[in-house]
């Protein structure tokens, strides 16, 4: 699609060239197209867009629609592609190439079919409509607004009241109604305060003040000494399964020293008492490397709570050769 610009370039720009500069503006809008269509190039076409705009503001001409069209359908702005082509075929008319004239319909439809046409009503007069951050006009609209296909944002404005806002998903040909009630300013927004409690099914009580802070109260996650609890007994009955492996890899490996010493022992049975020892060894070294590890964290958990916390105030961490714990209350 961007080769398609290059014509209405050459023809556009050698039109404004040859055109006196007078106080109408030709001058700027041979130079907003010209920076236009480097942006084109360039992959940028949002920049692209605004350079042609001011193009046709600054001198109309309907050979620089064809431009605006091309550049809204990159940015998939079907409604903006879908005008702009308008306005291109029928300022032409006559003077646009067959050739020409038969591709832009084609654009033309494939734009028409992503389209949607949103009613808009708002409950009072003079307010400002705006979709996804443009302003549209003013209430009231007495004509569908063309959007694009997709998700769009709608908001109404005016001074006095509180604003209004609807989020639609429309699809090519909706014609979907948007109805928006503005409201007088009352009092002023009260602020959200996060409140730590305990769990409770009831609903926050809003206060009819103006101003009034809306309490919403907050569930608590586990605290630290919790988790340190947690890792404690975990750590503990991890030492107490590397040393029962450890024990068993010892037994084993008494059984394997005695095939060795014995006469008439097959090489199968020496072979798997072997194998039964190493499997316990290694068994016993994973689970003391575990053991190890959540002992460290265990003693960094601990030594990093809050010094506010019930943990640190009831409880306190006990270490030993056979257990790691917490003795207290959590």
């Given at each position: 699609m961007r080769t398609r610009l290059l014509g209405p370039m050459v023809v556009v720009t050698a039109m404004l060239a040859a055109a006196p500069v007078h106080a109408d503006g030709t001058e700027d809008a041979r130079t907003h197209f010209t920076r236009g269509v480097e942006l084109y190039k360039?992959?940028?076409?949002?920049?692209?867009?605004?350079?042609?705009?001011?193009?046709?503001?600054?001198?109309?001409?309907?050979?620089?629609?064809?431009?605006?069209?091309?550049?809204?359908?990159?940015?998939?702005?079907?409604?903006?592609?879908?005008?702009?082509?308008?306005?291109?075929?029928?300022?032409g008319g006559s003077q646009i190439p067959a050739a020409r004239k038969s591709q832009v319909?084609?654009?033309?439809?494939?734009?028409?079919?992503?389209?949607?046409?949103?009613?808009?009503?708002?409950?009072?007069?003079?307010?400002?409509?705006?979709?996804?951050?443009?302003?549209?006009?003013?209430?009231?609209?007495?004509?569908?607004?063309?959007v694009s296909a997709g998700r769009r944002k709608?908001?109404?404005?005016?001074a006095g009241l509180n604003p209004v806002m609807r989020v639609i998903d429309v699809?090519?040909?909706?014609?979907?109604?948007?109805?928006?009630?503005?409201v007088e300013q009352t009092q002023a927004t009260p602020p959200v305060v996060v409140v730590q409690g305990a769990t409770t099914t009831e609903q926050p009580q809003v206060q009819n003040q103006v101003g009034a802070p809306v309490v919403v109260r907050a569930t608590p996650g586990p605290s630290q000494g919790f988790y340190v609890g947690v890792m404690a007994y975990a750590t503990?009955?991890?030492?107490?399964?590397?040393?029962?492996?450890?024990?068993v890899a010892l037994a084993?490996?008494?059984?394997?020293?005695?095939?060795?010493?014995?006469?008439?022992?097959?090489?199968?049975?020496?072979?798997?008492?072997?194998?039964?020892?190493?499997?316990?060894?290694e068994a016993s070294d994973i689970v003391g490397s575990v053991a190890v590890a959540a002992?460290?964290?265990?003693?960094?958990?601990?030594?990093?709570?809050?010094s506010k916390h019930p943990a640190h105030e009831h409880a306190h961490l006990f270490i030993s050769p056979f257990a790691i714990g917490i003795r207290g209350e959590l």
């Open positions: 360039e992959s940028d076409f949002r920049a692209a867009l605004i350079e042609f705009q001011r193009a046709y503001d600054a001198a109309p001409n309907f050979k620089v629609l064809y431009n605006l069209g091309q550049t809204s359908l990159e940015l998939q702005d079907y409604a903006g592609a879908l005008k702009a082509f308008r306005g291109y075929l029928d300022g319909e084609a654009d033309l439809k494939k734009a028409e079919s992503r389209v949607a046409r949103v009613e808009i009503t708002v409950n009072v007069d003079g307010a400002d409509v705006a979709i996804d951050d443009l302003t549209i006009g003013h209430s009231p609209l007495h004509e569908p607004v063309l709608i908001v109404a404005t005016k699809a090519g040909g909706d014609r979907p109604h948007v109805s928006l009630d503005l503990g009955a991890l030492v107490l399964g590397w040393g029962v492996l450890g024990g084993s490996y008494g059984d394997y020293n005695t095939k060795l010493s014995q006469v008439g022992v097959q090489a199968s049975d020496i072979n798997g008492a072997r194998n039964q020892t190493r499997a316990f060894a002992a460290i964290t265990t003693v960094i958990l601990a030594l990093t709570a809050p």
